[in-house]
C-alpha cells in the first residue's frame, strides 16, 4: 500500500553516470525492504538492487555490483540508485519497489508495491 514515485532517469551516453530517486508515501514501516528493478524491451523484469529500510542488509545483482550503489534517506522517505560506469546494456525502465520481508528478495512476487518506472537509456 506504499505508494512509489521514481524520478532521475534519462539519456547518458557509456560510461556516464545517473542518479535515481524513489520517494515512498507514507513513510514505509520498518519491515520493508525497497527493491530496484529494470526491465528492457522483449525482457523480463530483473532485480537490481535491495536495501533494507532498517538494520545493514544490502544486495546487488552480479551485473551491477560495483558500478551501482542503492542508498536510503530516512528522514526523507527516499531510496537511491547511484548508476556510474553506465553501459548499453544499462538501458531499461527502472521501476522502484516495495516488499514485506525480513530478507531482500530477488524475486519480483516478493514485492507488493511499485512505482510507474522511470526511463534510463544509455547511448554507445
Known amino acids: 500500500q506504499v505508494q512509489l514515485v521514481e524520478s532521475g532517469g534519462g539519456l547518458v551516453q557509456a560510461g556516464g553516470s545517473l542518479r535515481l530517486s524513489c520517494a515512498a508515501s507514507p513513510r514505509p514501516f520498518s519491515s520493508y525492504v525497497m527493491g530496484w528493478f529494470r526491465q528492457a524491451p522483449g525482457k523480463e523484469r530483473e532485480f537490481v538492487a535491495g536495501i533494507s529500510w532498517t538494520g545493514s542488509m544490502l544486495y546487488y545483482a552480479d551485473s551491477v555490483k560495483g558500478r551501482f550503489t542503492i542508498s536510503r534517506d530516512n528522514a526523507k522517505n527516499s531510496v537511491y540508485l547511484q548508476m556510474n560506469s553506465l553501459k548499453p546494456e544499462d538501458t531499461a525502465v527502472y521501476y522502484c519497489?516495495?516488499?514485506?520481508?525480513?530478507?531482500?528478495?530477488?524475486?519480483?512476487?516478493?514485492?507488493?508495491?511499485w512505482g510507474q518506472g522511470t526511463q534510463v537509456t544509455v547511448s554507445s
Open positions: 519497489a516495495a516488499a514485506r520481508t525480513v530478507g531482500i528478495s530477488t524475486g519480483v512476487a516478493a514485492y507488493d508495491s
